[in-house]
């Protein structure tokens, strides 16, 4: 089954996608700039590979949902991501916002 839902960060839309797999689940969280994922992206092939097309991107390991896709501090992230303000360990709502060039409000 695949699930395609509207999500709001701090007023910002995104589209949360997910793909219901056997024994697990293919998560995705993606504006127009950019995307976080669950552990199925491959960060070292959108390094490498990819690098010219600047992909901006991030990982997530260990998550099942995407409530914790959002709330999980990212594993990986692209060569571009970086140079948006995304590190690694970067919860993936705050990186959402930061690779659309939004800065996350302190909480």
């Given at each position: 089954?695949?699930?395609?839902?509207?999500?709001t960060i701090e007023g910002i839309g995104f589209i949360a996608i997910t793909v219901k797999l056997p024994k697990t689940n293919f998560m995705a969280v993606t504006g127009d700039?950019?995307?976080?994922?669950?552990?199925?992206?491959d960060v070292g092939l959108l390094n490498e590979k990819?690098?010219?097309?600047?992909?901006?991107a991030g990982r997530a390991v260990g998550v099942r949902t995407i409530d914790q896709l959002?709330?999980?501090?990212?594993?990986?992230v692209?060569?571009?991501?970086?140079e948006?303000?995304?590190?690694?360990?970067?919860?993936g709502r705050d990186a959402m916002l930061l690779?659309?060039?939004?800065s996350p409000s302190a909480e």
């Open positions: 089954m695949i699930e395609v839902q509207p999500i700039d950019g995307y976080i994922m669950c552990g199925a992206l990819l690098k010219e097309r600047g992909i901006l959002l709330d999980a501090p990212l594993e990986s692209t060569l571009a991501a970086e948006k303000g995304v590190k690694k360990g970067t919860i690779l659309h060039g939004i």
